[in-house]
Every structure is written in structure tokens, then in C-alpha cells.
């Protein structure tokens, strides 16, 4: 497992909250947008019935390896304008093949853009759990997307580990982020300076 828990109990188990946050931090890392990594697994029933991480759709592009240090070409907002949000891939995929995605739950390392959140309002996602959040990271004074969420009835919680757990890592993010953010810059960005 991924998780560790301390101090070590036999009995201890991690929940499922957990389990699939710490695989969606594990698939931020796949990433290969140098603006933000973000992961996200969408779950129905406890089972995971996709998973998604941010990037341009397969066969474009690959913005660290085309935009090393400049990084890729930004929207109005600063984030990448070519990318496909982590929530965009996992629903899209559910979609694509079938799957019910009505009273699903959502867990994102970075909580949801508002476009992303209207895309989950929309496909009736019941359940947001959100790692860090987008307004700190983007230093605006309120998260539009969970607002947005939460005043039409779509439960959003900012995860909390359970007792005696720790996620075994953070994802990376960068851009124009709090303090406590830009310490965990991606480590391909040491070599850059
Ligand atoms: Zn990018
Ligand atoms: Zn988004």
C-alpha cells in the first residue's frame, strides 16, 4: 500500500476517502503540464470507474517537453490553455464508455475550476472531495467552482486524513501560488533555476 499509517496497528484501516485521494495525488504526477499537476478518480459505489490527470488530449501536445521553462501557452486565467482538466479526463472517459456516472464521487487533488464544476453539476456527481484549494493556489479570493457546487447541492469536502493516516506524497504545483505552495515546485523545475 501507499498509505502509511501510524502508529503502526494491525487493526487500522485506511478509508476508501483515503485510498483514492492517494491515487489521485499519484496520478497528478503523470502530469505533463508544468503549470499544475492535478489528479482526479471518479468513484461510484466505492469502485473507481475512472481516473483522469491534466493534459492536452492524447496525440497534441506534451507542454514540458515543448515549453520547457517558458512553459504552455496560457488563457485569460493563466492556466494552461491546451490542457484538459484532471475532471474533464476521468468524466469524459466515463462517458465515452458508458459508464453511470450519476451520484458518483469525485476526489481531485486541486478543488474544481467553475467550468469543471458545471461539467459535474451537469453529469450529476454527488460528492466533491478536493486536496488544496483552487483559490488559494490561484490567489483569488473565493473557490468559484465549489461556491458554485455547493449552492446548487453537490456535497464538497476538502479532505481531511483519517486518523493515523498520511498521504504518502503532495502533489507538485506551480504558478503564482501561495508560500507554502511554491515549496513543493516540481522537481524537473530545479534543473531549470
Ligand atoms: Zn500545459
Ligand atoms: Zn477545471
Redesign the pocket.
Known amino acids: 500500500m501507499l498509505l502509511t499509517t501510524h502508529p503502526p496497528e494491525p487493526h487500522a484501516k485506511p478509508r476508501f476517502d483515503d485510498i483514492f485521494m492517494e491515487l489521485a495525488v499519484n496520478l497528478a504526477k503523470r502530469s505533463h503540464c508544468i503549470k499544475a499537476q492535478v489528479g482526479a478518480v471518479l468513484t461510484r459505489d466505492t469502485r473507481i470507474i475512472s481516473i483522469g490527470y491534466n493534459g492536452p488530449p492524447p496525440g497534441t501536445h506534451n507542454c514540458d517537453e515543448e515549453f520547457p521553462g517558458v512553459g504552455c501557452p496560457r488563457d485569460s486565467k493563466g492556466s494552461c490553455s491546451l490542457a484538459l482538466?484532471a475532471?474533464?479526463n476521468a468524466i469524459l472517459y466515463a462517458a465515452k464508455n458508458g459508464s453511470e456516472i450519476e451520484g458518483a464521487t469525485i476526489y481531485v487533488t486541486l478543488s474544481?475550476?467553475i467550468?469543471?464544476a458545471r461539467t459535474i453539476y451537469s453529469m450529476k456527481i454527488a460528492r466533491v472531495i478536493y486536496l488544496h484549494s483552487y483559490a488559494e493556489y490561484k490567489g483569488i479570493p473565493s473557490d468559484e467552482g465549489v461556491d458554485f457546487l455547493r449552492r446548487f447541492g453537490v456535497t464538497v469536502d476538502r479532505y481531511e486524513p483519517g486518523t493515523g493516516v498520511t498521504l504518502l506524497a503532495e502533489p507538485p504545483l506551480s504558478g503564482p501560488v501561495t508560500d507554502q505552495k511554491t515549496a513543493r515546485t516540481p522537481e524537473r523545475d530545479s534543473s531549470i533555476g
Open positions: 482538466h475532471e474533464e474544481p475550476c467550468a469543471c
